[in-house]
């Protein structure tokens, strides 16, 4: 019986927690703090609803190290003017194992973000003539490994023989 009632106040107590949790959070903040709230939210928050989809040809490919946006970017030359597209961070995500070059036609799946005051395409879906390269996933999480016409290949591949 003593368990019983314990639980009961134990639930009451944990739902009360719960419903004012938000209220708390919903409140003003007093002035002169700093609240989280306050802060804008970051534009990143990856929604395959919002993609889009963009063709053209590569105008240049370079690994950025600095900026919030490192990794590989491509500059992407379409009828409305120069997208700079995100491929991702990962070491197995250059133009050498996508096989880009300058020049070469692209299609690109993504969704539009601001990062520094620039607009850049945050690509998840990368086709080329002969291949299509799942670059993120649909929350928007870089791939570790590029897939590929079905295969996949991890970041770190190495090359085995005789099994």
Known sequence: MRYRLF???????????????????AQAPTAGAVSAVSRPLPERTYRVAKEIK??????SIEQSSSGELRGMHAQIVTAQGTVNAHLGVSPNVNAKTLDLSTGDAVEITGMMAKEGGSSVLLARILTTPDRIFILRSEQGVPILGVVSRGNFIPAKATMKGGN
């Open 54 to 59: 963009i063709q053209g040809t590569i105008q």
């Open 7 to 25: 639980d009961a106040i134990f639930l009451a107590g944990l739902a009360t927690a719960f419903v004012s949790a938000p209220l708390a959070s």
